[in-house]
């Protein structure tokens, strides 16, 4: 029974993987199996039926979308970033609170690409996620939401600012008064060094932090239940740093630049 363009496309994830690399431009098979991460054994069946259905064309070993996948590609790209935002993190989202995201941005989530979870274990709950900070450390500016009071608050920032990164951090009205209350000296020093710049925002902010550097963020939601979650959400793209940082402006134009205490 011949399958219809939807299955072609979307019942294989070689096949829709392979449409989406060759929208970037023609590919020897070389490149795309390493891309894919793939073996040419797995792949070619895949690559006939798309040439089968005249999807792709073939010249020697390279690979190129025909005109017509241009056009369906162009148009349904959007819908297969989507899913491959949600394939592996559905649960997540399912089972945390999105609302904290602007439908503008909301909207553009698929930007954010394939994201990996992470749950540390129960005595590993505050560590610090070790690609987030090599990633930092190889990153000029730096940009940051916290709700809480992480263990590690003080001395994170500290090296930042001591290796004369950029950094932007906003917090929550709650938290601003916490760190008054139970981290006065280690607050005040890291405002009046100057090389850190705080903002209190005047909306509610329904997630736990927000952590930006170059080509990445780490995000920690509340639960549905309002709970602490230990799972992170990590992303490495380019796409996904901009996402993130217009997440940040978001709420930092509802932020007030703090001086002093």
């Known amino acids: 029974m011949k399958k219809t363009l939807i299955d072609v496309i ?17 590919q020897e098979m070389e490149t795309i199996l390493k891309s894919l991460k793939t073996t040419r054994t797995a792949l070619l069946p895949q690559a006939k039926i798309l040439k089968e259905y005249s999807l792709v064309t073939q010249s020697t070993d390279v690979y190129e979308l025909t005109t017509i996948a241009k056009l369906i590609v162009d ?7 989507m899913i491959t935002v949600f394939e592996h993190s559905k649960d997540y989202f399912a089972s945390h609170k999105m609302e904290f995201i602007p439908p503008q941005l909301l909207k553009r989530i698929s ?10 274990s129960l005595i ?9 900070i090599e990633n930092a450390n190889g990153s000029s500016s730096l940009f940051f939401i916290f709700t809480f009071v992480h263990p590690m608050f003080y001395q994170i920032l500290s090296d930042f600012a001591e290796k004369n990164k ?35 925002c005047q909306k509610d902010m329904e997630l736990l932090s927000l952590s930006v550097s170059k080509h ?39 932020s007030t630049a703090i001086s002093r205490i």
């Open 10 to 26: 979307f019942a294989s994830e070689k096949r829709k993987n392979m449409l989406l690399l060759l929208h970037e431009g023609p």
């Open 75 to 81: 148009e349904t790209k959007p819908l297969m970033d």
């Open 111 to 120: 930007e954010i690409g394939d994201c990996e979870i992470i749950e540390p």
């Open 124 to 132: 590993n709950t505050y560590e610090i996620n070790k690609d987030f």
């Open 166 to 200: 950029d950094v932007h951090v906003i917090i929550s009205k709650e938290l601003f008064e916490k760190l008054k209350e139970d981290w006065y000296e280690e607050f005040k020093e890291l405002i009046d060094g100057g090389k850190i710049k705080f903002y209190i």
């Open 216 to 254: 990445c963020f780490v995000l920690r939601l509340l639960s549905k239940t309002n709970e602490f979650s230990n799972k992170q959400l990590a992303c490495f793209n380019p796409r996904a740093e901009q996402w993130s940082k217009d997440l940040f402006e978001y709420y930092l134009k509802d």
